[in-house]
């Protein structure tokens, strides 16, 4: 079963205006953390903000919000007075354990990719 | 800033043979991490180190293995290449989990054809 989910392939926003990309996730794990990763189209990956399963608040970094509904399992980020250059594939993931279950790693989903209209 | 080094941004090479892709970080991390990421899939873990010498199989380590002599180096090995590893490579380095969750810190990628 899918771990991370992004149901959307796809998403265009205005620009200036304010976009959500969702992301679900599923783990019976009672301490997780949730990351969001930038990938612009030169191929490397940007850390966006993170967010701990235990956190009482919503995490903020500048533009960028993370909207996280615990008993939802969601962790949506929010991206306030879009640019340009927040034109990118977005990734959501989740801190797993590894096969073995005896080390952690990140579990990444699908990814979406935002397009910004100027 | 945390610096990660991939050898190549572009690397083509032919069936059947041995490929090394190279990993360097500048910051004295002891996590490091190869991905492969295809359209649709997302990125996912091949294998992982969290020391030298030590390595771990991540979700998808067949066809692949690893090699840490130093900790600032982690290079990932096709034994025999095939057509289906095609695909875009990413190396990560972290601080270790433990205190908390750290962000991984990833290099530019390798974009590996294998005819």
């Known amino acids: 079963a899918q771990k991370i989910t992004q149901t959307q392939p796809g998403m265009f926003v205005q620009e200036k205006e304010a976009v959500t990309l969702d992301c679900t996730y599923d783990?019976?794990?009672?301490?997780?953390?949730l990351f969001w990763y930038k990938q612009p189209s030169s191929g490397e990956m940007i850390f966006l903000i993170y967010?701990?399963?235990?956190?009482?608040q919503n995490a903020t970094e500048g533009r960028y919000s993370l909207n996280f509904q615990k008993a939802r399992k969601s962790a949506n980020l929010v991206i306030s007075a879009s640019q340009l250059g927040d034109s990118a594939m977005y990734f959501c993931?989740?801190?797993?354990?590894?096969?073995?279950?005896?080390?952690?790693?990140?579990?990444f989903g699908s990814g979406t990719q935002l397009t910004v209209l100027p | 800033d945390v610096k990660v080094t991939q050898s190549s941004r572009y690397l083509v090479k032919r069936t059947g043979e041995k490929v090394f892709l190279e990993c360097v970080q500048d910051?004295?991390?002891?996590?490091m991490f190869w991905y492969r990421q295809d359209p649709g899939l997302g990125l996912r873990l091949i294998y992982f180190?969290?020391?030298?010498?030590?390595?771990e199989k991540g979700d998808i380590p067949e066809g692949y293995s690893v090699s840490r002599e130093k900790k600032e180096r982690f290079s990932l090995i096709l034994e025999s290449a095939s057509t289906n590893q095609t695909s875009m490579y990413l190396c990560?380095?972290?601080?270790?989990?433990?205190?908390?969750?750290?962000?991984?810190?990833f290099g530019d990628g390798t974009r590996l054809s294998i005819l």
């Open positions: 990560a380095s972290s601080l270790p989990l433990a205190g908390g969750d750290q962000p991984q810190h």
């Open positions: 967010q701990g399963s235990y956190d009482q």
């Open positions: 180190s969290y020391d030298v010498k030590m390595k």
């Open positions: 783990t019976s794990d009672p301490s997780y953390g």
């Open positions: 993931a989740m801190r797993d354990y590894t096969r073995s279950g005896s080390a952690r790693q990140l579990t």
């Open positions: 910051m004295d991390h002891e996590n």
